[in-house]
């Protein structure tokens, strides 16, 4: 009974109970900070990228935020979701490229002539 009080296990049951998966996962990985889950299964659904693997660029130190939508089935699209960037940080960036969708401090960008 000390290890379940211990480590939340009731209080983590009902937070799986009463939260849908998307809503767990917005919470646990950010909508824009610190992995972008959010933002990125937006712009997904959105702008139908479903079908492709988009990169990301984290300009925060964090693990990839390739992970939540790649397949080995997908495409490469010339397409690229930059995390954590200010308008500022965008010197980093060497190709010519559009911005499609802004929201807080993350990007959907489109490389041109690519």
Do not use: Q, W
């Amino acid at each position: 009974m000390i290890f379940l009080i211990k480590f939340d296990f009731f209080l983590n049951i009902y937070h799986i109970v009463r939260n849908d998966t998307e809503s767990r996962l917005v919470s646990n990985y950010g909508y824009c900070y610190p992995l972008g889950y959010g933002f990125i299964k937006e712009i997904n659904k959105k702008y139908n990228l479903n079908k492709y693997n988009i990169n990301t660029k984290n300009k925060n130190i964090a693990p990839t935020s390739n992970i939540f939508n790649f397949s080995y089935k997908n495409k490469k699209t010339n397409y690229e979701v930059l995390i954590n960037f200010k308008p500022e940080n965008f010197g980093i960036i060497k190709k010519d490229f559009k911005v499609i969708e802004n929201k807080k401090d993350c990007y959907l960008i489109k490389y041109l002539n690519d």
